[in-house]
């Protein structure tokens, strides 16, 4: 296990892959500061929340998650391209246990997201010190973001983005598996996305109960859920895309082997 930790480590989490994530936030910054004419509503760390708290626009924040999304999607689903159409025959005879190979995959990735989270956060910290007017904001009266304290505020919505993350991750690999094409997978996981968004929006009951779309604070001033509850659906959803992905793993191992034999012939 420790040399497929490794192994994975090496190829997945290098520079060039933690720099495309912490960009996909600076973008974010970026497009937040425009639509706020460089003028963030409050000082501090809530200027710092403030430009990861979605959807504050719901129909143009849509683009903004989906920027901080795809980065993962794709580095993923590439990454996993590369490991069935190359090197995972080699790496699973040699580890002689593919779930082995499978197992240590999912560890470091789990690493790369909260890795990648984390310094899209710092980002937009640097950011919103950089950008923050500390003026105020009429509409937002009254809501969590003026209620809850700062870190408090930023806690919940790392916790809550990097479950995001993971789940539509999960979603991504559980798909590639199934149709063993990262862009069918990619694509059907980003309409999964854009579906749940839609579901909140036309059925708000059921904003608590969509792991994928939790990142999206925002949607907690509609209907109202604790960040115990936003973990608890989070981690479940996590544990039974898994559970399924394991499954299915081992369905399609034969075919992953004859595929990466085909591919080095």
Aim: aromatic share 12%.
């Amino acid at each position: 296990m420790g040399n497929l930790l490794r192994y994975h480590y090496r190829l997945l989490i290098c520079t060039p892959t933690l720099l495309v994530v912490p960009a996909a936030f600076l973008l974010n910054a970026v497009i937040a500061g425009i639509s706020n004419d460089w003028k963030l509503p409050y000082s501090g760390l809530k200027s710092v929340a403030f430009l990861l708290y979605l959807p504050t626009n719901p129909s143009f924040d849509l683009v903004r998650w989906l920027l901080i999304l795809t980065p993962y999607l794709l580095i993923t689903g590439l990454y996993l391209h590369d490991e069935f159409t190359g090197r995972f025959v080699n790496v699973s005879i040699q580890s002689k246990r593919s779930t082995l190979w499978l197992d240590s995959f999912l560890i470091v990735m789990t690493l790369f997201i909260t890795v990648g989270t984390i310094l899209g956060f710092c980002i937009n910290m640097m950011a919103g010190f950089l950008i923050n007017d500390g003026g105020e904001a009429v509409w937002m009266e009254g809501s969590m973001f003026e209620k809850v304290n700062a870190v408090n505020l930023l806690v919940r919505e790392f916790i809550l983005m990097n479950g995001s993350a993971m789940i539509a991750v999960l979603t991504n690999i559980l798909l590639t598996l199934l149709f063993r094409n990262m862009g069918v997978a990619t694509l059907l996981t980003v309409t999964s996305i854009i579906v749940s968004f839609a579901v909140a929006r036309l059925a708000t009951p059921l904003i608590p109960w969509l792991p994928i779309n939790m990142g999206l604070t925002a949607f907690n001033e509609i209907q109202p859920f604790s960040l115990f509850h936003g973990t608890t659906v989070s981690v479940a959803m996590i544990v039974i895309l898994i559970a399924l992905i394991r499954l299915v793993f081992r369905y399609r191992l034969e075919s992953l082997f004859i595929e990466g034999l085909k591919q080095e012939g």
